[in-house]
């Protein structure tokens, strides 16, 4: 019997694996991951609370009045898996979330023993969120319902759980906004409207306190003296105190899309020209410190006289740089010697202006290979932070090229409205515009464009090859979601209704759904001749939100459309599969591995030289 084209896809990794020997090498030098890292080494009371014991599960750790330590065994954790853990306030239980093979999340709480270095399992529940927070004297945490749906806020008391709060509504998702001070923010969101709500450790009353409303990404957080929102549609910000509220104004061209806080004081998360920025309230509309092009930053610590920015971004490694508060906010982080970046704008169909931010060497002059990279989708930017693996990539002379489409969250949420929904195919056609522009660009080697996309970004690469293959000579596709209209036609799969408003419900528009499908585009008539490039997809065996069997299919699909394979080649179309969930794999030295593996055939294909389409669909 003939094999599949997911067969012969599977069949071709380990060939290219072993073609692929003179490249690995010196991919595999490129990065050691540390226990350290694994445990979080940017968080300082997880390292100081937990370590690995001897047969590889943790063991919890906490001090006591005589400055000694007391610990804890947690027999069935091991510290790879480990999402989010806190400790009862009488240092009694502690409660943990661990990642499951799939993704998802389980709960245990552990109990101390009778006898010293005892302990034992006082609650479980495999379908969780993320986070478990300390709550009186137990734990408050969310649980989701038998589709992963965020749907409840459930607290346990030594001896008792009980429902604080529940969201029966199946296109509404529930998640706890922060715990302080006795008091717990949850946050129902869903149907285009969202209403938060207060609850007490002393579980007596939960209570709306900003009722349902047109804005569905509303945002919350407790921070000293009461409960800031910030309403990211009409960019406002209101503290709610006691007996009242006031808003507060948001300096000029900065656009807020999440809150946070230190010690209790409010800062806001936001965009100031398409780059991520921080911005300090109190110190007034000019404390603001931005990223790096295409970067990340963050508050880590704020003290009276400063505070210290955790800074990266593709071509500046992870640092902290500490500034004087109430000064010309500037966060001077280092970027990496012989690294650059810089910015090109695409043109889209309706006039829209697309940043698209490039990283290389500073010698790089022309003609280069390029390697895009894109995801416009959920309102999220694709702010990068330092990846070892792209830094060897543009030492060897690859250009990064980062396409900020719209249906991403670059300039806020206008950003994203503007392509979600009905509108979802300008994400797509944004990309083919950013594409366009790096081919005609002076520096850009127009045979040598990579593309590079994870999840539903793959699904905007994907389509856009599809539409235009002409346009890219490489695709890497990892955890690609490339069947929307059977995935979401699913109503208890995982992206179901809670993303029909990001592409389209296909059970009352199944035609507007398969418009930007990968699927419904090789199994149309205008694929007829279409010339392909080398594809790589790297999947997971256990991934409930791109599922492999529905990757298996779209490549069935794929390879039954294929004419003109070239013989000596058999790299045009490679399945790497991992025995892991959306999120990769758990393991480090794995992950590594694997990274390793496909980084190599990206760097091989780039660097290789011009080269034609490989395949052609008829």
Known sequence: MALSGSEIAELAYEVERRRLQPWLDELREVKETTTAEVLGASDEDLRAHLRVGDTGGLVARFPMPDRSWQEMPLPAVVATDLAAWAPAADHRSVALISRTLDDNYSLSIYTAGTKVGASSVTHTERRVSSGVWAFGKGFIWVRRDASQRPRCVVCWNPGAVRTLFDEPEARRRVFIAGVREGRAVIVSRGSGSSAIFLTDDALTKTVEIVPRSAEDDAMALLVAGGLAVLDRRAQTVTMHLAESA???????????????????????????????????????????????????????????????????????????????????????????????????????????????????????????????MVYGCYGLSLDAMHDPYLEHLMRAGIVIAICHVRGGGDFGPRWHDAARGSTKLKSITDYEACLSTITQLDMADAGRIGALASSAGALIATSAVLRQPGLVSVLQLVHPFLTPERILADTHAPLAASDWMEFGDPTKNRAGVESISPLAMLESSSATGMATPPLWIRAGSHDDRAPLNEIRLWLDVYANRLRGRQPDRTSDTVLQIGDHGHRGHANADDASEANVVAMAWLKRELLAGPSSPTAVID
Not at 248 to 259: E, M, N, Q, R
Not at 261 to 282: K, S
Not at 352 to 359: A, E, G, M, Y
């Open 246 to 372: 006031h808003g507060i104004k948001l300096p000029p061209d900065f656009v807020a899309t999440d809150l946070g806080e230190q010690h209790g004081e409010l800062y806001v998360r936001g965009r100031r020209n398409h780059t991520a920025a921080v911005w300090l309230p109190a110190d007034g509309p000019d404390a603001v410190w931005s990223a790096p092009e295409a970067g990340v930053i963050e508050i880590s610590q704020i003290s009276d006289r400063t505070i210290d920015l955790a800074v990266a971004s593709m071509i500046h490694s992870p640092q902290t740089v500490s500034v004087e508060r109430k000064t010309v906010p500037s966060t001077n982080a280092a970027a990496l010697p012989g690294l650059i970046s810089w910015t090109e704008w695409a043109v889209a169909e309706d006039g829209v202006r697309i940043p698209i931010t490039l990283c290389g060497r500073v010698d790089t002059t022309g003609p280069s290979p390029v390697l895009t």
